[in-house]
């Protein structure tokens, strides 16, 4: 079966590649370096030749709570533009399986724990990155449209924060995770005896190992066909206080963590309930601190050979 990733060069859409190389699937990558999803006829044209069999959605433009906060027009536009101009092209050729990839920060800020699918739309969303949510709010209601007016098997997943090799690693851009990862590294290598940090680090978050994600969008895709979207996460949770000592650890650096209260924190609490993707038989299986430590030798390595973006 073939496979087009859209999004291929980043860390979901790298993950995804090697995962359906490995299961012998006939993987078509595709990315902004030989398309510009932005281009509507750009898209529709390398799809058309493609005529896939399945599609998965990873591309779109993200950011960390800075990038999201400063950015929100870019956030907005970019990615509804690079939705519709994917999900069309997948119309206009009948692409009989679609894979969206969307994010739990769909869901309200103040949201009922664990995160149901059925909270979807329940409250007002964290304020610091609402565009990026509205746009794949958006997207999956594409999907969904799709579904209910023309029959299409299309189905959407809503990951929790994802991590792994080839992540953002840029300090203006990135998620928590991969900054954390940098900036503890730089902290180690030039010996500082500080790092200071956003926010209170009281927020509670889940972490997921891009390759866990993989094997979960393979499973959905095999297995689920419904409109209800899936939320795709570890289960358990972590104080972002308690993520950035783990990192320090196991980075070496024995310095103070200081706390910036003067910078936001976003959503205070945001763990994913997933027991219906795990009911299609799929769980994850890499912990957080094989994921750290993992993550870590890669970024030294890929920074040492300047394959880091940041």
């Not at 299309?154 to 203006?172: K, V």
Request: net charge neutral.
């Amino acid at each position: 079966m073939s496979v087009l990733i859209a999004g291929s060069s980043g860390m979901v859409g790298s993950a995804l590649v090697q995962k359906f190389s490995e299961l012998a699937y006939n993987v078509i990558s595709l990315s902004r370096k030989n398309v510009d999803f932005l281009d509507e006829n750009s898209t529709l044209s390398f799809v058309e030749k493609i005529q896939p069999q399945s599609m998965i959605i990873a591309a779109a433009k993200v950011g960390g709570i800075s990038a999201n906060n400063l950015k929100p027009v870019e956030f907005l536009e970019t990615n509804l533009r690079i939705q519709q101009n994917l999900i069309g092209a997948a119309f206009k050729v009948r692409v009989p399986k679609l894979v969206f990839l969307g994010s739990s920060c769909i869901y309200p800020r103040e949201c009922p724990q664990p995160i149901k699918e059925e909270y979807l739309m329940s409250g007002p969303l964290e304020p610091t990155n609402s565009a990026y949510a509205i746009a794949k709010i958006a997207g999956m209601e594409l999907v969904n449209s799709y579904r209910k007016e023309y029959g299409m098997s299309w189905i959407s997943l809503m990951p929790t924060n994802l991590y792994g090799p080839r992540d953002n690693f840029n300090l203006s851009e990135s998620h928590v995770f991969p900054a954390l990862i940098r900036r503890f590294i730089e902290a180690q290598e030039s010996h500082a005896t500080k790092v200071t940090l956003w926010g209170s680090g009281t927020p509670q978050r889940e972490f997921l190992h891009s390759e866990d994600f993989s094997s979960a969008v393979i499973t959905a895709l095999d297995r689920y066909d419904s409109e209800i979207h899936l939320n795709v996460g570890s289960g358990s949770e972590i104080s972002i206080k308690e993520l950035a000592t783990k990192i320090a650890f196991a980075v070496g650096f024995t310095g103070e963590i200081e706390w910036d209260t003067s910078k936001p924190d976003g959503t205070p609490r945001k763990v994913l309930d997933v027991s219906r993707v795990k009911a299609l038989g799929w769980q994850p299986t890499i912990t957080l601190d094989e994921g750290i430590a993992s993550t870590i030798a890669w970024y030294k390595e890929a920074n040492a050979q300047g394959e880091v973006r940041k």
